[in-house]
């Protein structure tokens, strides 16, 4: 049996919001999820005028608030769907994000969550130059991220 779903915190790590705590507010089918946490950014890229690949690597903290609907539950247990919302990040900038959600009950006051998805950034390139990224490398898309989630929120 199901405890109290309209108010949970929890602990994530992925590639979504890097590792730190969450926030979890509304009903078992539709709420706000807000997820905060320190990140890597990857930014692969090539020098000018050379086929060369590079990699430059720099540490963020990301800010996700996103509105989930899981309006699919497949078992008693489990509830699919979707999630949307504001991203920001502290080298790339402000953007969005989109994609899966899905939370399994392990007991009634725990549950593993899932978040999959990808993150735009409109001006990544402009945030990236502020941050000193290489004059002499030509960025590879880092307006587009994302990745996977994985969480446990208690609901107290």
Known sequence: MRGQRFIGVGAEIGFSTGIGPSLHLGGRQFGLYVAAGIMPVLVFGNEHDSR??????YR???LNADIQLLPISPSPRTDLGLAA?????????NGFNVGFAAQYDLRAKLALTIFGGLEVFPNARDHLA???????????????QGGVNLGLVLYP
């Open 85 to 93: 919302g504001y991203s920001g990040n502290t080298v790339l900038g």
């Open 130 to 144: 502020a941050h000193g990224y290489p004059t002499m490398h030509d960025a590879s898309l880092p307006q587009l």
């Open 52 to 57: 060369g690949l590079t990699l430059d690597a």
């Open 60 to 62: 963020a903290f990301e």
